[in-house]
């Protein structure tokens, strides 16, 4: 299973982008990177997914170098609801992807 | 949102007492997934069933079972449960997505309490 690293927690401001990295060394061929957000008392939910390059949505971006050692979720101008746990998973299918302990992103006025 | 339910959403049970969680889908999804998150672990998976009646151990099942009669159904059974299993579990289904690998989506959570 490819492992991942990221930051326990980051702290921001409203209006600022914020980038949080995850290290995915022994990424595999075949494997995707998945962002998931989870607010306190819910589930996790979707909110990106690549395999290389840069790839954009309403929420997010995601920007994953040649390599694909690493990734990098982008948040622009981030709000107080943005405040939440961010996962990076590396996967092929759901059956191989775990959750790690996340990012706490906390986004301050 | 995706249409998961689980129930109970709060349960309260003695040590040793069998307690079994359901999830409903109406979503159709074929992939299941049973989670349990607790403080420090993120989410962690326990069993997962890829369709009716096939279901296998994720990387932390000892202590729980589980079933999938119907598509729309996913019970995870804790045979005697103990202080260790309190925790907050969640659901999850998914469907393979044509642009790579699968999305989930999680259910609202049921918060176990074990004394």
């Known amino acids: 299973l490819a492992k991942t690293t990221q930051p326990i927690s980051m702290d921001s401001y409203e209006g600022q982008e914020v980038n949080i990295t995850c290290s995915h060394n022994n990424i595999a061929t075949n494997d995707y990177i998945t962002w998931y957000q989870q607010f306190p008392s819910q589930g996790p939910r979707f909110i990106i997914q690549g395999y290389k390059t840069k790839v954009t949505n309403e929420v997010a971006s995601l920007f994953i170098p040649a390599d694909r050692k690493s990734s990098t979720l982008s948040l622009p101008r981030v709000s107080l609801s943005d405040t939440a746990v961010y996962y990076c998973?590396?996967?092929?299918?759901?059956?191989?992807?775990?959750f790690g302990a996340g990012t706490r992103l906390t986004v301050k006025p | 949102d995706a249409g998961i339910t689980q129930s109970p959403r709060h349960k309260v049970t003695e040590t040793g007492t069998p307690v079994t969680l359901r999830c409903h889908q109406t979503e159709n999804h074929r992939y299941m997934y049973w989670y349990r998150q607790d403080p420090g672990h993120g989410l962690r998976l326990i069993h997962y069933?890829?369709?009716?009646?096939?279901?296998d151990k994720g990387e932390v099942s000892d202590g729980y079972s589980v079933s999938r009669s119907k598509t729309e159904d996913f019970l995870l059974t804790l045979e005697s449960a103990t202080s260790s299993q309190t925790s907050v579990y969640f659901c999850a289904i998914s469907e393979s997505i044509p642009t790579g690998a699968y999305e989930q989506y999680f259910g609202p959570g049921t918060r176990l309490t074990v004394t």
């Open positions: 069933s890829y369709g009716v009646k096939d279901t």
């Open positions: 998973l590396v996967g092929d299918n759901d059956n191989d992807m775990r």
